[in-house]
T-cell receptor, first 113, second 112 residues
Framework: KAGVTQTPRYLIKTRGQQVTLSCSPISGHRSVSWYQQTPGQGLQFLFEYFSETQRNKGNFPGRFSGRQFSNSRSEMNVSTLELGDSALYLC????????????FGPGTRLLVL | QQQVKQSPQSLIVQKGGIPIINCAYENTAFDYFPWYQQFPGKGPALLIAIRPDVSEKKEGRFTISFNKSAKQFSLHIMDSQPGDSATYFCAAARGAGNKLTFGGGTRVLVKP
């Protein structure tokens, strides 16, 4: 089975712009979670989607949003980018919404200038 | 509020040594404690996980010890190898869903 894929892998944006990141989960997986990884704050949970519904949400401002499509693919959007949004954004998928192994993708590295 | 505290931040051991990474949590509602390994340029990968009704779990050279009363758990890497050099994260979860709260990470270097 192919692993979790994330596109693009690298992205450079300027302050004030918006960005959309994409995640394709492992085939058959229905839960997709997003995390932000930075040297200062570590790995922080953004949100989780299951069957196109947001199940959990982390403590991030409303500029961060996401959605999941019927084929389980997910996108996250960050509007009005700030310098502090520079990070590695990781997507993880698991078969169901229960306490199962989450498989992480390689991430999208976002640099905000 | 850092709900999962991980120490040390970095660790250097010789090949064959036993790196030990410790984590402490505050929220007693946590009921699932996984450990992840991350290599540069890669996403984290699950190593081993434990639930609070078990005090120890082994998978290959990796062992988790869990102390529910102290709200602490630790990872031991037996007979460490240079290929184990990576960043290790402990995490915790509670309730439904897959929301993980991660510790700050420990960078482990195993010297040949």
């Amino acid at each position: 089975k192919a692993g979790v894929t994330q596109t693009p892998r690298y992205l450079i944006k300027t302050r004030g712009q918006q960005v959309t990141l994409s995640c394709s989960p492992i085939s058959g997986h229905r839960s997709v979670s997003w995390y932000q990884q930075t040297p200062g704050q570590g790995l922080q949970f953004l949100f989780e989607y299951f069957s196109e519904t947001q199940r959990n949400k982390g403590n991030f401002p409303g500029r961060f949003s996401g959605r999941q499509f019927s084929n389980s693919r997910s996108e996250m959007n960050v509007s009005t980018l700030e310098l502090g949004d520079s990070a590695l954004y990781l997507c993880a998928s698991s078969p169901e919404a229960g306490r199962e192994t989450q498989y992480f993708g390689p991430g999208t590295r976002l640099l905000v200038l | 509020q850092q709900q999962v505290k991980q120490s040390p931040q970095s660790l250097i051991v010789q090949k064959g040594g036993i790196p030990i990474i410790n984590c402490a949590y505050e929220n007693t509602a946590f009921d699932y404690f996984p450990w992840y390994q991350q290599f540069p340029g890669k996403g984290p990968a699950l190593l081993i996980a434990i639930r609070p009704d078990v005090s120890e779990k082994k998978e290959g050279r990796f062992t988790i010890s869990f102390n529910k009363s102290a709200k602490q758990f630790s990872l031991h890497i037996m007979d460490s190898q240079p290929g184990d050099s990576a960043t290790y994260f402990c995490a915790a979860a509670r309730g439904a869903g897959n929301k993980l709260t991660f510790g700050g990470g420990t960078r482990v270097l195993v010297k040949p």
